[in-house]
């Protein structure tokens, strides 16, 4: 056989293989996971709640510290699909029914997930003061918003490393407030948050270094009291999901 007829069987030989290569590669990639946690989009600019939280804090808390908690959940979901299929309540409150080598990785990252998805929905500039039945359950429930404030700055500060403090919600619309460590939610216990306050270090240390007491009085010309008022008839109605 002449080399001009070796090289064209080679070439011939070669795409063949190409081609049966192909289905299987585009397979693959439509096989792949597609990611079901989702970073949510913030409402405003990272620089709209300055000069009370830094741009830059907003920024690296949205974008690596809940970020990291998305890809953690999505790598999770992998192996471990009924993660994703449950809504997020379910699977906090049922955190036992989950196989003890993701159960401390679950926990952590998706009360992180629905902690911090919170936290960016109850902030934003112009937020308004507290009215309607939301101050009403906080007359009832909390003594009032210079007390509930002043129970909540504390509840925070007495927080020991990181953790959060919650004003949580039941069906009834009752109001009651807890402190809660690490990324742990309420929902574990079969609560809903209303709203919270994150007080980890990277919330705030930018700007308020170990002056956690400066930054917890500050963090409240940051609430939009719109939005709290919708969560609080959705919880109310029983569809707020986190």
Same mark, same amino acid.
């Given at each position: 056989?002449?080399?001009?007829? &070796?090289?064209?069987?080679?070439?011939?030989?070669?795409?063949?293989?190409?081609?049966?290569?192909?289905?299987?590669?585009?397979?693959?990639?439509?096989?792949?996971?597609?990611?079901?946690?989702?970073?949510?989009?913030?409402?405003?600019?990272?620089?709209?709640?300055?000069?009370?939280?830094?741009?830059?804090?907003?920024? #690296?808390?949205?974008? &690596?510290?809940?970020?990291?908690?998305?890809?953690? /959940?999505?790598?999770?979901?992998?192996?471990?699909?009924? #993660? $994703?299929?449950?809504?997020?309540?379910?699977?906090?409150?049922? /955190?036992?029914?989950?196989?003890?080598?993701?159960?401390?990785?679950?926990?952590?990252?998706?009360?992180?997930?629905?902690?911090?998805?919170?936290?960016?929905?109850?902030?934003?500039?112009?937020?308004?003061?507290?009215?309607?039945?939301?101050?009403?359950?906080?007359?009832?429930?909390?003594?009032?918003?210079?007390?509930?404030?002043?129970?909540?700055?504390?509840?925070?500060?007495?927080?020991?490393?990181?953790?959060?403090?919650?004003?949580?919600?039941?069906?009834?619309?009752? /109001?009651?407030?807890?402190?809660?460590?690490?990324?742990?939610?309420?929902?574990?216990?079969?609560?809903?948050?209303?709203?919270?306050?994150?007080?980890?270090?990277?919330?705030?240390?930018?700007?308020?270094?170990? &002056?956690?007491?400066?930054?917890?009085? $500050?963090?409240?010309?940051?609430?939009?009291?719109?939005? #709290?008022?919708? &969560?609080?008839?959705?919880?109310?109605?029983?569809? /707020?999901?986190?």
């Amino acid at each position: 056989m002449s080399s001009l007829s &070796r090289r064209r069987l080679f070439t011939a030989a070669a795409g063949v293989a190409v081609a049966a290569a192909a289905p299987r590669m585009v397979f693959a990639q439509a096989m792949a996971p597609a990611g079901a946690f989702k970073l949510p989009a913030l409402a405003y600019p990272y620089n709209a709640l300055e000069p009370h939280i830094d741009a830059k804090t907003m920024e #690296i808390h949205n974008t &690596r510290h809940h970020q990291a908690f998305v890809t953690n /959940l999505n790598n999770f979901a992998k192996d471990n699909p009924q #993660i $994703a299929e449950k809504p997020i309540a379910d699977v906090l409150a049922n /955190l036992s029914a989950l196989p003890d080598t993701i159960r401390t990785g679950v926990r952590n990252s998706m009360g992180g997930h629905a902690n911090h998805t919170m936290f960016w929905e109850i902030m934003g500039p112009n937020g308004g003061k507290a009215g309607g039945e939301v101050l009403a359950a906080i007359d009832r429930d909390l003594g009032g918003m210079e007390k509930m404030t002043n129970d909540f700055n504390a509840a925070g500060g007495r927080v020991f490393g990181s953790g959060w403090v919650f004003v949580n919600v039941a069906k009834d619309g009752k /109001l009651s407030m807890e402190t809660r460590p690490n990324q742990d939610n309420p929902m574990m216990d079969g609560k809903l948050a209303l709203f919270g306050n994150d007080v980890w270090e990277h919330a705030y240390y930018l700007n308020y270094q170990n &002056r956690r007491p400066d930054y917890l009085k $500050a963090w409240w010309n940051t609430v939009n009291w719109t939005k #709290i008022s919708e &969560r609080y008839a959705a919880a109310k109605a029983g569809k /707020l999901a986190v």
